[in-house]
């Protein structure tokens, strides 16, 4: 079994750290992070091999797909099959933020990062590390919630270490999360748009984006 290392990030060391993260996902490996919301877990969207790490490390259904997380909004020009105006309206009001947006993916963006679907959720996080951690990769990182399939949501490093020690190889301690509540899931590939998952971001806000009436998804 790996040793995961947990590394806490201060000011002194977080260029070091981010190098650290940015190495073991060009290796094709897996990092757990803080974000906005909770802490996830990543690794290079472009890497098959990669991605399908998350699943086992998680104990994921592999139908179920992943995010993509960003940190500029330039990337989604190679995600994004087209920037629709309610998509640019979105990503105006909620990039960086807890709104994780679905739509058509582009035609050579790997379907391994969508679980062959021709749809991928796309978010940017309101968090400084992760932001950096991702541009110093240079590429989208596909990533989800850092815990075991089932299980609630971590809200700081140690709960990420009880639930993947021995499966990921670095986790960075950023400090616990503020609220422990997810990114809402907004699917604009449909017409009308739907929320798939309530989270952080209220339907009433998106409303106000988008002119149109939102209701969360109901089982």
């Not at 909004?73 to 807890?98: H, N, T, Y």
């Not at 062959?116 to 990182?141: C, H, Q, W």
């Not at 986790?171 to 616990?176: C, K, W």
């Amino acid at each position: 079994m790996m040793k995961t290392s947990v590394i806490r990030v201060s000011s002194s060391n977080i260029n070091a750290v981010i190098e650290m993260a940015v190495n073991i996902l060009k290796s094709g490996n897996l990092v757990a992070f803080p974000t906005d919301t909770v802490y996830g877990i990543g690794a290079d969207a472009f890497n098959k091999f990669a991605v399908e790490k998350i699943f086992e490390a998680k104990g994921r259904d592999s139908k179920k797909p992943l995010q993509i997380l960003i940190a500029d909004k330039k990337d989604l020009d190679f995600i994004a099959e087209e920037k629709s105006d309610i998509l640019i309206s979105l990503v105006e009001k909620f990039m960086p933020g807890a709104l994780t947006i679905v739509v058509p993916a582009k035609r050579d963006f790997p379907r391994w990062a969508t679980c062959g679907l021709d749809t991928v959720g796309v978010r940017m996080p309101s968090n400084t590390l992760a932001l950096e951690m991702i541009k110093a990769f240079g590429k989208p990182i596909s990533a989800t919630s850092a815990n075991i399939s089932g299980m609630p949501d971590p809200k700081d490093a140690q709960q990420v270490f009880e639930y993947l020690d021995g499966k990921v190889d670095l986790i960075l301690d950023g400090g616990a999360t503020s609220d422990n509540i997810p990114s809402t899931v907004l699917d604009i590939s449909i017409n009308p748009p739907k929320i798939l998952r309530q989270g952080k971001i209220s339907a009433e806000e998106i409303n106000k984006i988008i002119g149109k009436k939102m209701h969360p998804k109901r089982n």
